[in-house]
């Protein structure tokens, strides 16, 4: 009896083991990343500061605030712009491929987004 009563504490105690394991809640997102499939942009240089995530399709987009760092994590080509009116008037900063990020492009307020 003795081994039979220590077999089910050895499996009782595996499965509170087991069971701890999965109850773990997951890691929050780390606030310096963009998912994939979104475009992210933050207020601060080098993703840092407030982050913006966004769905993107193909057209023209005015901000309603300044970027300073922003990662494309589309399938999409993305232009960065400072616009003086709406949307490509004004200074292009940066082009990003698909799945590539600008730490420092400039004061962001409008980008254009193309298929490939």
């Known amino acids: 009896m003795g081994m039979i009563r220590a077999g089910l504490t050895m499996t ?3 499965g509170l083991l087991l069971g701890g394991t999965l ?3 997951a890691a929050a997102a780390d606030p310096n990343t963009c998912p994939q499939g979104y475009a992210c942009g933050w207020s601060g240089k080098n993703r840092t500061g407030e982050r913006k995530v966004n ?3 193909p057209g023209c987009y005015a901000l309603n605030r300044i970027n300073r760092s922003v990662s494309n ?3 999409y080509r993305v232009e960065l712009w400072h616009a003086t009116t709406g949307c490509q008037q004004g200074t292009k900063l940066a082009t990003l491929q698909p799945h590539t ?3 420092n492009p400039g004061a962001v307020n409008s980008i254009a987004v ?3």
Do not use: F, G, K
């Open 12 to 14: 009782a105690v595996a």
């Open 73 to 75: 994590q589309t399938n």
């Open 55 to 57: 769905s993107l399709t």
């Open 23 to 25: 109850a773990t809640p």
């Open 101 to 103: 990020y600008a730490d």
């Open 114 to 116: 193309y298929a490939r």
